[in-house]
């Protein structure tokens, strides 16, 4: 296994200014800064309109600093083909070509074209950070939005569908490398991304981030509330390398711990689970600890 | 060197001498022979370029609009509901003034469905800040492939070329090829003034704000509205380029094109048929017919229609007495748009001296409506009259309804 990065060997260089758009709390601010390192200098990046388009600025100034091509809300992944194909055409070998786009993005909007880079094997890594819903435009629900969540278009009853699971889709694929991460868990992020750029074809990373205005939390709790989720066993970190799946990082650990915080201490950090009732929050206890008794037994077996 | 083949070949090859280097496509009829040959030319090693068989139209134009910003040659087809599920892409790549080339081949658009030729697929993106070309033969389908990645570099501006599916797509004539050393000498190699590059980054299309704003030195940089304004005037400004593309080619290869229209028996016509695409060149035949009965007839097509050569149409249609505007599309709830534009472009000649030529319009063709001479005969020569009645009502040809 590689070694772990940490925050002392992380590249000092800063490829996203400080004092960019992004909200007061923004965990994409974490994610984007810590994955910008880990990608480096050499990087073409696809951003569809997200957060990220935000966050990157108003012409003529942009807060990023690499070269960066803003694209139509569905073209992601085909945009990246794009650059892909006139690399090769044009003769210039490593450059990292990387979609970094929102859970609409590539959910909803954007899972045509992510699913056929994917069979077709092109060789670019995609990002999608998972906010949990529509958060540009005003906080709508988005297929990845968890049951119960209040947004702007779910306002009294909360969503009534389950969170769509892209990781699976994607591993469905067959491609290499399929990872979770968290934004509240910014090295291990940086250490996937790392790794993700040493396989072939599509590489997709799902990065977990919490969002203040949207979920409803103080801009001070971001960090604490990826914690919570990943610590209550609701968001796995994970890795699919060539089709093994294992628990990575703090899921890891709490596979050895045993231990898993109660899931109401997530649901109570946010006001968006507000109208959430005790018994729901018990039936995805319940949903949980049925996938982690299957974690913890396949430990047992090996 | 002479071959006959069909018009779908025409264009895949004018690609292939014109060096694409990236080429996205989905397959829809009557497109698919074109971009099959350019996928068997590239698998033959007859060509060097990417291939990428594409899940959408969307993500066709997706691909080659991203490498095109990337600094390679950036080649797509379609047809009819194809191209405007691109819709999108279609504003995204003039507004980005990215100089992709396509191929638009004629067809009617659904609901219901059709395969056939009509016009309304391209003309409905009339608006979309592309140029669009219209080829009335295989030979004007080869050479317009080729002069339109000049145009389109020279411009920054993407270009559609536009013919008749399957009246042109799908069969075969005579037509050049040109030498490959000489397509060489016509287009130099595509060198953008800007491509994406790590090594010099900068972010492309970004949010850009109604009103003027500064940069970081302090020096102000366009808004929304100016960069429009921008593609408005060099919009305009493509038309004396094409002008000396069309120089240029003919210097090189001895023919060439209008370049803005193409008129035949109009010097002393009475009466001038407009018309865009081969159905121009069936009107020849019926203006032949006419006047062979004395009738003084020519027929006009526009090569051109966006940017609209408004000046040249009016100029050779100031002195005849009646117009008569044949369209494969509709504006639904008005008129054929090409009959639209040729009444504004006559207006002002109009203005100057108090009076103008009569306009028809008559549509045909829709769907791939069999158009039969004699009904164009009979329509045309109903029209070469002095006082035409009811001139604002819209006309159609071989409705059975």
Redesign the interface.
């Known amino acids: 296994m590689q070694s772990k990065t940490n925050i002392l060997s992380l590249p000092e260089e800063e490829l996203v200014y400080p004092g960019n758009r992004a909200c007061a709390g923004c965990a994409l601010g974490i994610a984007y800064r810590i994955g910008l390192k880990a990608l480096g ?4 990046i ?1 951003v569809p309109p997200s957060c990220l ?2 966050l ?7 807060a ?9 809300f ?2 992601t ?7 892909l ?6 003769g210039k070998k490593n ?1 990292n070509v990387v979609g970094w786009a929102g859970d609409g993005g590539t959910s909803d909007i954007g899972l ?2 992510l ?2 880079a994917c ?2 094997g092109d060789n670019f890594l995609y990002i999608c950070y998972d906010n949990e819903g529509y958060m540009n435009t005003g906080v709508q629900r988005s297929g990845t939005t968890p049951l119960g969540a209040l947004t702007a278009n779910t306002p009294i009853k909360g969503k009534l569908q389950q969170k769509k699971d892209v990781s699976t889709i994607m591993a469905a694929h067959g491609i290499e490398y399929v990872a979770t991460c968290s934004a509240a868990y910014p090295l291990d992020l940086f250490d996937k991304i790392r790794k993700a750029l040493t396989y072939n074809g599509v590489k997709y990373l799902h990065i977990h981030t919490p969002c203040p205005p949207g979920w409803g939390f103080e801009p001070r709790y971001a960090v604490k509330v990826g914690k919570l989720a990943v610590e209550t066993g609701l968001f796995e970190l994970y890795e699919v390398d060539r089709g093994h799946m294992r628990l990575t990082g703090a899921s890891n650990k709490l596979l050895e711990k045993r231990k898993l915080l109660p899931a109401t201490d997530y649901f109570r950090a946010q006001s968006r689970f507000k109208t959430l009732s005790d018994a729901q929050i018990e039936e995805i206890q319940q949903d949980i600890d049925t996938r982690w008794k299957g974690y913890f037994e396949s430990l047992n077996n090996t | 060197m002479q071959i006959i083949e069909s018009g779908n070949v025409a264009a895949a090859l004018g690609v292939k001498l014109s060096r694409a280097q990236v080429i996205a496509a989905y397959p829809i009829t009557p497109q698919t022979p074109l971009t099959e040959k350019l996928s068997e030319l590239i698998e033959a090693q007859d060509m060097q370029a990417q291939y990428i068989p594409v899940e959408s139209e969307h993500s066709a134009l997706a691909v080659c609009i991203a490498a095109s910003s990337a600094g390679a040659r950036a080649f797509t087809a379609t047809s009819a509901n194809g191209l405007l599920y691109m819709h999108e892409q279609i504003h995204w790549a003039a507004g980005a003034r990215l100089p992709i080339v396509m191929c638009v081949v004629n067809r009617g658009v659904g609901a219901p469905w059709t395969v056939w030729n009509d016009h309304q697929d391209s003309i409905s993106q009339r608006d979309t800040g592309w140029i669009q070309l219209y080829a009335n033969d295989h030979q004007q389908i080869i050479d317009y492939t080729i002069k339109a990645f000049l145009l389109a570099e020279e411009m920054m501006i993407p270009v559609m070329v536009c013919y008749d599916g399957y009246l042109l797509s799908h069969t075969y004539m005579p037509f050049d090829v040109p030498e490959q050393s000489r397509v060489d000498d016509f287009l130099p190699p595509y060198k953008p003034a800007y491509a994406l590059d790590p090594g010099s980054p900068a972010n492309l299309n970004t949010v850009t704000l109604p009103d003027v704003r500064a940069d970081i030195n302090g020096k102000m940089a366009h808004g929304y509205m100016e960069i429009r304004h921008l593609l408005q005037e060099d919009m305009r400004g493509s038309m004396d380029m094409l002008v000396r593309v069309e120089t240029r080619f003919k210097n090189i290869f001895g023919r060439g094109v209008g370049p803005f229209i193409e008129s035949y028996q109009c010097d002393d016509a009475r009466y001038i048929a407009v018309a865009l695409g081969s159905l121009s060149y069936h009107l020849r035949d019926v203006v032949d017919t006419l006047r062979s009965e004395g009738i003084k007839a020519g027929v006009m097509s526009v090569q051109i229609y966006r940017p609209f050569p408004a000046a040249a149409i009016a100029e050779a249609l100031k002195k005849c007495a009646g117009i008569i505007v044949f369209e494969k599309a509709l504006s639904y709830g008005y008129q054929g748009p090409l009959c639209s534009d040729i009444k504004s472009a006559i207006f002002h000649n109009a203005g100057n001296t108090g009076s103008h030529p009569f306009v028809l319009n008559y549509i045909l063709g829709l769907g791939g409506r069999e158009i039969v001479t004699k009904d164009l005969y009979d329509a045309f020569k109903a029209s070469c009259i002095d006082k035409p009645e009811k001139v604002d009502d819209l006309r159609w040809i071989g409705l059975k309804i």
């Not at chain 1, 200098?41 to 073409?44: A, G, H, P, S």
């Not at chain 1, 992944?77 to 650059?83: D, I, R, V, Y």
């Open positions: 200098k050499n990087t073409i696809v388009t935000v990157q600025g108003l012409f003529p100034i942009a990023t600093k690499l070269p960066s091509l803003n694209v139509t569905a073209s992944a085909a945009a990246a083909t794009g650059l194909g006139a690399l090769k055409a044009l450059i045509q074209s699913s056929g069979e077709r």
